[in-house]
């Protein structure tokens, strides 16, 4: 017969801390505060802002609006309603610079008739819209949330079909703002392929992308009225971004286009 023993074990030094939950450190808890503080904002005025926008869907599912619209937001509000989406590549420019790039937008081409699109640039077409508000102005974007901020002039954009657009838009642009969501040159091929398309023989090309590309784009923008492209000596602010940014402008003269 085999008898068994109870022997005892030591208490562990840490048994009275087994059960309780890991804490963070004061500062960390604090900055996490913040985050889901500003998640909530973002997420309670975007809800507001879709509700507001009133908006509908067609048969072929392109969105229609069936209010009037509402003046365009300011870059603030938007940079608060919008989160940037980074598997979408999306930085949002500072407030500031997409200010100025919309008053240098707007000194370009002043006459209120000129068509001026915006490809992957949501920020630059929010400052524009809300200092120089135009009806012949457009948003293409493949990201479908800004649809709300203007549905008459908001263009589903996926690069990935760069000959999908309504006809419309076919020689249609004066100016071009373009900030392609991707560093490399396929993404460039793609953008290139719509410009080619949509863009009057005398329209004007703003580029903004990372410097780290200029050989891509001196390559790829070539002849009139894509380039030659010119670096300006607009500086960009661009967010949270290691790259630095650059823009490049298509016209004879570009060069001084953002000198102070």
């Not at 938007?78 to 420019?93: I, K, N, P, T, V």
């Not at 630059?124 to 901020?149: G, K, M, W």
């Amino acid at each position: 017969m085999v008898t068994f023993i109870d022997i005892p074990t030591p208490d562990s030094p840490r048994s009275d801390l087994s059960h309780s939950p890991p804490s963070l450190d004061p500062n960390t808890l604090a900055l996490l505060d913040e985050f889901l503080s500003n998640k909530a904002e973002e997420e309670q005025m975007f809800q507001q802002l879709k509700a507001e926008g009133d908006l509908a869907h067609t048969s072929d599912g392109s969105l229609i609006r069936t209010t009037v619209e509402k003046p365009m937001m300011s870059v603030d509000e938007y940079r608060r309603a919008f989160g940037e989406d980074w598997q979408l590549s999306q930085f949002w420019y500072s407030t500031s610079f997409a200010n100025r790039l919309a008053n240098l937008i707007n000194k370009l081409e002043p006459c209120p008739r000129a068509s001026i699109g915006f490809i992957s640039s949501p920020t630059a077409f929010v400052a524009f819209q809300h200092l120089y508000p135009r009806t012949n102005t457009r948003l293409l974007e493949v990201d479908e949330r800004f649809a709300i901020l203007a549905p008459s002039q908001y263009i589903p954009y996926d690069l990935n079909e760069p000959d999908k657009f309504p006809k419309e838009l076919r020689e249609s642009f004066d100016v071009v703002v373009l900030d392609p969501p991707f560093l490399n040159e396929a993404t460039n091929v793609k953008v290139i392929r719509t410009l080619r398309q949509v863009l009057k023989p005398s329209a004007k090309v703003i580029l903004l992308t990372s410097t780290s590309i200029e050989d891509v784009i001196k390559a790829l923008y070539d002849f009139p009225p894509l380039g030659p492209m010119r670096r300006t000596a607009l500086k960009v602010e661009h967010g949270q971004l290691a790259n630095v940014y650059g823009c490049w402008g298509s016209w004879e003269g570009a060069e001084s286009f953002g000198k102070d």
